[in-house]
């Protein structure tokens, strides 16, 4: 029943204009008699606002349009691939596999490879260890990391772009090779971005779309990019951080929502 209620409610408007709507009525109480539903539903109101808004403030590229379309012309699928209906089912699975992965549970038990990398650098921050590079531009750590065959980001995330980095480290943790940089990502405030293969991973984060979780005082974000699995980790503030990242994920939507609406006209 539990379960049920959660995914009635993953659909509920975070601006009350369901409020009165019979469909929600019963997962509502539902919701207002257990602490635990009452709880993930605030936090998915909560989550659904801050994407909203982020939504409303970004500016989409004029030539988005044309961009996608060049790349769909040089890749031109067999006709059934042109159904409006074949669109729709896929941006529907899309979207539902968005809601999932941003909603997974933040009471995940974290994975051996994320407590290691976090082992590290508290290392680094106790002084127990050094990083291996100390320099401000992500491209040279980057290079550094691609020469000694270490894993690494294909290209810096949007969500740090432009931000000066400190430093890297390539991390040895029973026998899974994980790499870290260091990111100044405010006056006094710093983010280290996390990599290791996807291959191996028992449990991989989802696609593109970042996972949200606390440990200790660890705010955390997990996602899969390609062959890799990443993770941001930083003791900022829990809405700065959540600001920082879902900035990512909003370009994400916003690139989605244009694909599918350009591609359903072609």
């Given at each position: 029943?539990?379960?049920?209620?959660?995914?009635?409610?993953?659909?509920?408007?975070?601006?009350?204009?369901?409020?009165?709507?019979?469909?929600?009525?019963?997962?509502?109480?539902?919701?207002?008699?257990?602490?635990?539903l009452r709880s993930w539903l605030e936090e998915s109101q909560h989550f659904d606002r801050a994407i909203s808004e982020r939504l409303r403030s970004l500016d989409v590229p004029a030539d988005l349009r044309e961009t996608i379309l060049a790349g769909?012309?040089?890749?031109?699928?067999?006709?059934?691939?042109?159904?409006?209906?074949?669109?729709?089912?896929?941006?529907?699975?899309?979207?539902?596999?968005?809601?999932?992965?941003?909603?997974?549970?933040?009471?995940?038990?974290?994975?051996?490879?994320?407590?290691?990398?976090?082992?590290?650098?508290?290392?680094?921050?106790?002084?127990?260890?050094?990083?291996?590079?100390?320099?401000?531009?992500?491209?040279?750590?980057?290079?550094w990391l691609r020469t000694r065959h270490m894993p690494h980001p294909a290209a810096e995330p949007s969500m740090l772009a432009g931000r000066k980095t400190f430093g890297?480290?390539?991390?040895?943790?029973?026998?899974?090779?994980?790499?870290?940089?260091?990111?100044?990502?405010?006056?006094?405030?710093?983010?280290?971005?996390?990599?290791?293969?996807?291959?191996?991973?028992?449990?991989?984060?989802?696609?593109?779309?970042?996972?949200?979780?606390?440990?200790?005082?660890?705010?955390?974000?997990?996602?899969?990019?390609?062959?890799?699995?990443?993770?941001?980790?930083?003791?900022?503030?829990?809405?700065?951080?959540?600001?920082?990242?879902?900035?990512?994920?909003?370009?994400?939507?916003?690139?989605?929502?244009?694909?599918?609406?350009?591609?359903?006209?072609?």
């Amino acid at each position: 029943m539990k379960e049920q209620a959660r995914l009635l409610l993953s659909a509920y408007r975070p601006d009350g204009r369901d409020a009165s709507d019979p469909a929600f009525a019963e997962a509502l109480a539902l919701a207002q008699r257990d602490p635990q539903l009452r709880s993930w539903l605030e936090e998915s109101q909560h989550f659904d606002r801050a994407i909203s808004e982020r939504l409303r403030s970004l500016d989409v590229p004029a030539d988005l349009r044309e961009t996608i379309l060049a790349g769909a012309r040089l890749s031109r699928a067999p006709r059934w691939w042109q159904s409006r209906r074949l669109w729709s089912i896929a941006a529907t699975i899309a979207v539902l596999g968005l809601a999932g992965s941003l909603l997974w549970p933040r009471a995940v038990k974290l994975a051996d490879w994320q407590i290691d990398s976090l082992a590290a650098i508290e290392a680094v921050q106790h002084g127990a260890a050094k990083l291996d590079v100390e320099n401000a531009d992500p491209a040279l750590l980057l290079e550094w990391l691609r020469t000694r065959h270490m894993p690494h980001p294909a290209a810096e995330p949007s969500m740090l772009a432009g931000r000066k980095t400190f430093g890297c480290k390539a991390i040895d943790a029973h026998g899974r090779t994980i790499s870290v940089i260091c990111f100044q990502v405010n006056s006094g405030e710093v983010a280290h971005l996390f990599t290791t293969p996807r291959a191996g991973l028992e449990l991989t984060p989802p696609e593109n779309h970042p996972v949200f979780k606390r440990h200790r005082n660890w705010n955390l974000a997990s996602w899969s990019s390609g062959a890799q699995a990443h993770m941001l980790a930083s003791t900022m503030d829990e809405e700065k951080f959540r600001h920082l990242v879902l900035n990512y994920v909003a370009v994400q939507i916003v690139q989605r929502a244009a694909m599918f609406a350009v591609l359903e006209d072609w």
